[in-house]
């Protein structure tokens, strides 16, 4: 496998970026996060000057114009200008704190021009949020082919060491676009590649298959799936009763509930995430030969997910934890990467491969049997500059292909392929909007389409249509050797019309089966819990009957523990269980992963050995990693000394859910803060005699229970075993010096987790 941008680089990078801000030392210049590329003056400035540039981390979308040619200016010449407010009109303005009145007391006068404009356009600044997949963060990146896809196709941006720029947006399902990050849901994985041969979308998910086989299904589940249309709850969620009403019902559901039952429905962060192109595409090489395959994004950082409880914590705590996270990564130099991959099968009549159904987007091929070949690397190396204008208004859809990709008779991607261009007539305002400059393709655009609302080409000529002879005859059309894009001739075999699925399309338990199988007993574990869960939340017993019922389909073991948690006995199956061989590949455990940007507590105070806290916290920049320091209060530790530290979080503001593992230097006083009328998570306050902050004991229990790698030095062992941490149990390691504290934790990191301090039940099957 190729390595193109190498990690090193980016690790450098984190190295460089962090390193220069930690050392900066004002608590504003040390983390991630701060708001613009200035610090602020404590009053008012008042002197004129150019708006200030976007942060180093940011980058708008590159400068084309609306038909798609190269421009000549700086993208940021996009942005406001000038030194001076204006109207829309650039009027210079004197004033816009006050309407324009018949005395300072008197009534506002309609001629205010300012003020109508300022109010009309404020009034209209909301558009309607995506109806699906409205909660999302982005960023732009690149694309590097290995060109090992050439074999298979000529789609010119897999040639060798083709680099494309790319937009990829994250986002969850059902929540709207003001909802909490880290609910149980799909999470969408949307990629736009900048192609010189025209934008390519790969529109997938974090799961492999969908909840349905026909898109005229899609507003079924989704109504089911949103909230309920009376009270408009729960937000975000599926634990209630309308979508198990229908997911129980709609067998073909049970693969897609099931993956979201398991970790994968809670991932830790966005660069934890696998992405999957879901459908079976055709690829079509330079001699018109064909293959069937299957997309998939591989993450460089691992696959991880969070805990139930670590996310429902996380929702409270932080909503928008996973686009902080993306964004904090990429300012931080930790640049996620994605390897992209391809299952490929031969195209034959059948569109089968090894009796799977290659049209059936319910299904998976497993890695197994089809092994996942990289064919090139994207990396995400800036944030976007302005959030309304890029990852808000930009548009993907399955049918932004280019020559050598091409689309199958999947008949749920036939519905996407109508559906995504006309949702945005609605969300998008008009038919324009691949004009939208994050939505611009950098090819060249001669398209005869015209006119129509927020039109910002302005065509020239007089013969938008073909044949014509006034414009010259132009456009023309490409043959295959210009680029022109000609859909695979594939044979349709004769048939009626039907409204009907192919008989492979009814087997909907086998796969759920192979995928209860593949999992380690943690992981079933916690899908049991799950299932438990979001049907404790049902109301109505029938459902969870019905649901069971559904359960002892895939495995019994499976169907007793939920029915036992739900109080109801458990089903038998129909019949005889399928067959299947479990796919390895499935189970997220079991791989040691790099620990690039994962984020580390260092829990000191001014008792701390500071030197070895600096040590540590250097050490952690070195691994490309995001050290934050907790601590009593804000401010500067060793203020006194000539090279004092950050403090980046207080015992009040800090939660061990926004750390991977927990540094200990030393075991610090309560704070003065330390008692429950003023913080509550300082409980009945710190008995007489305590030696740790008792927020310090909350965050360590629960790191502990998390699993999460504990480190400490100096009297961490005093903190710990106040907190009731056995200092011997796994993943606990008080050693003599920070940096063998550090280096053991991060061995434990590469894991994710201290998964031996979960026992599963001895009978787990
Ligand atoms: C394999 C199945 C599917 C996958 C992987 C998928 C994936 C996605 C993703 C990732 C997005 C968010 C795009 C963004 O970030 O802007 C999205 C949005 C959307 N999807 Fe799907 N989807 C699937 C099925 C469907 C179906 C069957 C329909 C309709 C028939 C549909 C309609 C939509 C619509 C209308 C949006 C909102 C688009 C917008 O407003 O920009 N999806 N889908």
């Not at 934008?199 to 349905?212: A, C, K, R, S, T």
């Amino acid at each position: 496998m190729e390595e193109s941008h190498p990690v090193k680089e980016t690790v450098d990078k984190v190295i460089d970026t962090v390193a220069g801000a930690v050392s900066g030392g004002g608590p504003s210049g040390t983390v991630p996060g701060r708001p613009g590329s200035e610090s602020p003056s404590l009053d008012e400035p008042t002197e004129p000057r150019e708006p200030p540039a976007p942060k180093p981390d940011q980058s708008g979308p590159q400068a084309f114009t609306a038909t798609g040619q190269a421009a000549d200016v700086p993208p940021a010449a996009r942005a406001q200008g000038g030194e001076y407010l204006t109207t829309a009109q650039g009027l210079r303005l004197v004033d816009t704190d006050h309407s324009l009145k018949a005395g300072p007391r008197g009534p506002v006068l309609l001629q205010d021009h300012h003020l109508r404009e300022k109010i009309m356009h404020f009034d209209h600044e909301r558009i309607p949020e995506r109806v699906v997949h409205a909660r999302g963060a982005a960023a732009h990146g690149v694309f590097r082919a290995y060109g090992t896809a050439s074999t298979v196709t000529k789609a010119a941006f897999l040639a060798k060491d083709v680099e494309t720029p790319i937009f990829l947006r994250f986002s969850s399902v059902l929540g709207s676009r003001g909802s909490a990050d880290t609910v149980r849901d799909t999470r969408g994985f949307a990629t736009k590649f900048y192609t010189g041969e025209g934008v390519f979308d790969l529109v997938g998910n974090n799961i492999p298959v969908f909840f349905i086989q026909d898109a005229i299904k899609f507003p079924d589940v989704i109504h089911a799936g949103k909230p309920h249309p009376d009270r408009e709850i729960p937000q975000a969620q599926s634990a209630h009763d309308t979508f198990w009403d229908f997911v129980s019902l709609h067998t073909e559901a049970t693969h897609h509930t099931l993956w979201n039952m398991s970790d994968r429905g809670i991932p830790r962060s966005y660069r934890t995430m696998e992405g999957f192109g879901v459908h079976t595409f055709r690829l079509v090489d330079a001699a018109g030969a064909t293959t069937l395959v299957k997309f998939h994004w591989k993450p460089k950082a691992g696959v991880h997910s969070l805990l139930w409880e670590e996310a429902q914590l996380i929702n409270g705590m932080d909503p928008d934890f996973h686009r902080r996270d993306l964004a904090d990564a990429i300012e931080a130099g930790a640049y996620p990467q994605w390897e992209l991959g391809i299952q490929v099968f031969p195209d034959t009549p059948e569109q089968t491969f090894e009796g799977i159904d290659l049209l059936d987007p319910t299904k998976i091929v497993p890695e197994e049997l089809a092994p996942v070949q990289p064919v090139g690397l994207l990396t995400l190396n800036a944030n976007p500059v302005n959030y309304f204008a890029e990852t808000e208004q930009v548009a993907f859809h399955p049918g932004h292909l280019v020559p050598g990709i091409d689309v199958t008779d999947d008949p749920l991607l036939a519905g996407r392929l109508f559906s995504y261009l006309d949702t945005q007539i609605t969300r998008l305002g008009g038919p324009n909007f691949a004009q939208i400059p994050i939505n611009r393709t950098h090819a060249p655009v001669n398209d005869m389409l015209r006119d129509g609302f927020h039109q910002t080409a302005v065509h020239s000529g007089v013969a938008p249509y073909k044949p014509n002879s006034l414009d010259g005859g132009c456009p023309f059309f490409a043959g295959q050797q210009e680029g022109g894009y000609r859909e695979t001739p594939v044979q349709v075999p004769a048939a009626g019309k039907v409204r009907e699925a192919p008989a492979s399309f009814a087997d909907h338990f086998s796969q759920p089966r192979q995928f209860w199988l593949s999992l380690t007993p943690v992981e079933r574990e916690h899908v049991i819990a799950a299932y438990t869960f979001e049907l404790g939340k049902v109301y109505e017993q029938a459902i969870k009957e019905r649901t069971l019922r559904v359960l002892a389909e895939i495995d019994p073991y499976l169907c007793e523990q939920v029915a036992q948690g739900l109080g109801l006995p458990a089903p038998k199956s129909a019949g005889p269980l399928p067959s299947v061989e479990p796919s390895p590949a499935l189970s997220q455990l079991g791989r040691t992963w790099p620990t690039t940007g994962r984020i580390i507590g260092i829990v000191a105070d001014d008792s701390s050995d500071l030197q070895a806290v600096r040590a540590v916290r250097q050490q952690v920049l070195d691994g490309g990693m995001v050290p934050l320091v907790i601590s009593a209060a804000g401010g500067l530790l060793g203020a006194d000394s000539s090279d004092p530290v950050t403090v980046q979080r207080t015992f009040a503001t800090a939660r061990s859910v926004e750390f991977d593992a927990l540094l200990l230097a030393g075991a610090p006083a309560p704070g003065k803060d330390a008692y429950g009328a003023r913080d509550a998570k300082a409980g009945n306050g710190t008995p007489a005699g305590a030696l740790t902050d008792p927020r310090v004991l909350l965050m360590l229990s629960e790191a502990f229970r998390h699993a999460k790698p504990l480190g400490g030095w100096a009297n961490a062992e005093q903190a710990l075993t106040a907190a009731g941490i056995d200092t011997a149990a796994p993943g606990v390691l008080v050693a003599d010096s920070g940096e063998a504290a550090l280096q053991e934790v991060v061995r434990l990191l590469g894991q994710h987790r201290v998964w031996e301090r979960f026992p599963t039940a001895a009978d787990i099957v």
